[in-house]
């Protein structure tokens, strides 16, 4: 059973500073891109970033610069680094991961079929 826990969220003022944690477990993650999407209300789930082991983590513009996604195969453990948080950022955050090696890294959501519970990402002005 595919299970992914994330953690680290919490309230900061902006400028501020998390890092998010995501504990994968149920398979082996260390060749399968694994990501993270966030939803803030009332709008549609957004790609964050993607890390896979073979090529370079890719962002969405709106992150470039301020966000740093790794992976630790070691632990099965994906990792979000949020610096200069804004209030836009403020949104649930969800680790996701692909489940066959092959299977390139995206930033579409209706790609990847496992997906955490989220942990929450709130960034007051």
């Known amino acids: 059973q595919v299970l992914l826990l994330e953690s680290g969220g919490g309230s900061v003022q902006a400028g501020g500073s998390l890092r998010l944690s995501c504990a994968a477990s149920g398979v082996n993650y260390r060749d399968l891109c694994m990501g993270w999407f966030r939803q803030a209300p009332g709008k549609e789930r957004e790609g964050v970033a993607t890390?896979?082991?073979?090529?370079?983590?890719t962002y969405a513009d709106s992150v470039k610069g301020r966000f740093t996604a790794s992976k630790d195969n070691a632990k099965n453990t994906l990792y979000l680094e949020m610096n200069s948080l804004k209030p836009e950022d403020t949104a649930m955050y969800y680790c996701?991961?692909?489940?066959?090696?092959?299977?390139?890294?995206?930033?579409?959501?209706?790609?990847?079929?496992?997906w955490g519970q989220g942990t929450q990402v709130t960034v007051s002005s």
């Open positions: 890390v896979a082991s073979t090529t370079r983590p």
């Open positions: 996701v991961t692909k489940t066959n090696p092959w299977e390139p890294c995206s930033l579409r959501p209706d790609e990847y079929a496992y």
